[in-house]
């Protein structure tokens, strides 16, 4: 690691990689052996009874509290994202108080910050705000997009940010690194 001084670990890569499993191994380690403060939240997929994808839930990573972040056919008047309708009161009801937290948490974790999640202009401005206090994150961002979202781009070109792509072939090697880099984040803030 350089000698400048990171508080932004992000993870990239395709969709289906790895990286909410990878967040989620982290995440235990960090809190079971390291005793680490750490909250935050990650994404799931809900599949139906014949294994087919029908949305997204949000679950906290202390409390395990989830909620629903968007559905196939949801009969919704918010936003949809692609086929998915994304309930947005639930997820900020679930999130924003994670965030307001933020400070008071050695680590501050947000599995994903993508389309769906900034459909929430509230989250968008938490996100913003945590960066400013100075938080230490660790966050899934997208890998590629048409259409750059400027959040989004603001983390992965943040002087204190750092980034890196999971992809299938380092998934099962990354666990150390990511938590060497994240404890290195947290003694030294």
């Known amino acids: 690691m350089s000698d400048k001084k990171l508080s932004i670990l992000l993870l990239t890569g395709p969709p289906g990689v790895g990286k909410t499993t990878l967040v989620r191994k982290v995440c235990q380690e960090l809190l079971e052996t ?5 909250n935050g939240f990650y994404t799931e997929e809900v599949r139906d009874s014949n294994r087919q994808r029908i ?10 509290k989830t909620a629903k972040l968007a559905r196939v056919d949801a009969n919704i ?15 900020e009801d679930t999130t924003l108080p994670l965030l307001r937290q933020s400070q008071t948490l050695q680590l501050l974790v ?5 389309k769906m999640e900034l459909k929430s202009k509230r989250f968008e401005c938490s996100v913003y705000n945590c960066l400013e206090v100075g938080s230490t994150i660790l966050a899934t961002v997208p ?3 048409r259409q750059p979202l400027p959040l989004v781009e603001k983390l992965k070109t943040h002087p204190k940010a750092k980034t890196i ?6 998934r099962n090697n990354l666990q150390k690194e990511i938590i060497e880099a994240l404890l290195d984040m947290i003694i030294k803030k």
């Open 55 to 64: 949305g997204f839930d949000v679950i906290t990573i202390a409390e395990k």
């Open 34 to 38: 390291h005793r680490i403060n750490c």
């Open 77 to 91: 008047k918010g936003p949809y994202v692609g086929k998915y309708g994304v309930f947005v009161k639930d997820f």
């Open 110 to 114: 947000m599995d994903e910050i993508g």
């Open 143 to 145: 890998f590629e997009m």
């Open 165 to 170: 792509v999971v992809t299938k072939e380092n």
